[in-house]
């Protein structure tokens, strides 16, 4: 397990503009997450929070034009995707992972001998998985459905990204994404930043800060209330500050 100075944020984004396929996407965000936190990124379609979250784990088709990101006190702008999951990030896609002929068990055996640079024994592995599987009360023919949330305890990441991970799931499934996410927050000091443009999965968690991004901008933060907020009243007070903002780009 890699070791961080206690004062250095876990997470450190300054400034960054990213750009995709030579549209400019996100302007100048500024956003700190420290060890044990989880904050949430919402904001309405298209805003950009995947993008931010691709950015973050290295994804090389999101150019980063100005700015920096720092992990664990290390400048990562640079670095490729798997080296930023060895030093213990992670990001759970938008959309299902489908690995065809590889079984989920062994799909996430290779991401675990990714993360910890070890050949992971089948044996440690099955009594791990199963392990996992009763916290979660998980049905194994669910399948690709808990696939994410299986990967995010079996891991252990120290900053878990989780893009949607609520998106068409009904309200089952959604009760066991958020107790593997509980369950995560209560037994590692892994951090989270939990993307979302619902708010289903937050109602029983605990939220240390709410971000807002609408058109590329940060334009609000708050703390988990936040969330409760926009629960009643959307992102529509939000869009003026984000018009303000792009006008003085
Ligand atoms: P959100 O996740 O907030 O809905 P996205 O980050 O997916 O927003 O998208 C933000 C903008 O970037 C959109 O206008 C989208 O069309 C564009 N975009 C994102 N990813 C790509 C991509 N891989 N190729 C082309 N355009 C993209
Ligand atoms: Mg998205």
């Known amino acids: 397990m890699e070791e961080s100075d ?6 450190n984004v300054k400034n960054l503009s990213v750009n995709v396929e030579e549209k400019s996407i996100l302007h100048g965000i500024n956003l ?4 044990g936190e989880t904050h949430v990124l919402m904001g309405p379609n298209g805003a950009g929070k ?3 979250g691709c950015t973050l784990m290295g994804n090389p088709n999101y150019h980063v034009t100005d700015g920096e990101i720092f ?3 290390e400048n990562i702008t640079k670095e490729a995707a798997d080296k930023r999951a060895k030093l213990g990030m992670f990001l759970s896609f938008q959309n ?7 079984s989920l068990s062994n799909f996430i055996r290779s991401a675990l001998s990714a993360r910890t640079g070890k050949n992971v024994r089948i044996w440690d592995f099955n009594k791990e ?3 996992a599987m009763e916290v979660l009360d998980m049905d194994p023919s669910y399948g690709f459905r808990d696939l994410k949330i299986l990967q995010l305890l ?11 991970t609520d998106s068409g799931l009904d309200v089952d499934a959604v009760r066991t994404v958020s107790k593997g996410i509980e369950e995560y927050q209560k037994s590692k000091d892994g951090a989270l930043l939990i993307i979302t443009h619902s708010t289903r999965i937050l109602e029983s968690l605990h939220v240390d800060k709410t971000h807002v991004l609408v058109d590329g901008h940060l334009v609000a933060e708050g703390d988990g209330s936040l969330v409760d907020e926009i629960n009643e009243h959307g992102f529509e007070q939000f869009i003026v500050s984000a018009n ?4 003085n780009n």
């Open 6 to 11: 206690m004062s250095e944020p876990l997470l």
């Open 32 to 35: 700190t997450i420290n060890k």
């Open 50 to 52: 995947s993008t931010l």
């Open 71 to 73: 992990f664990g006190g």
């Open 96 to 102: 299902p992972l489908e690995v065809p002929g590889i």
């Open 129 to 131: 998985l199963q392990k």
């Open 154 to 164: 079996l891991l252990n990441p120290s900053l878990a990204i989780l893009d949607e």
């Open 244 to 247: 303000e903002k792009g006008e």
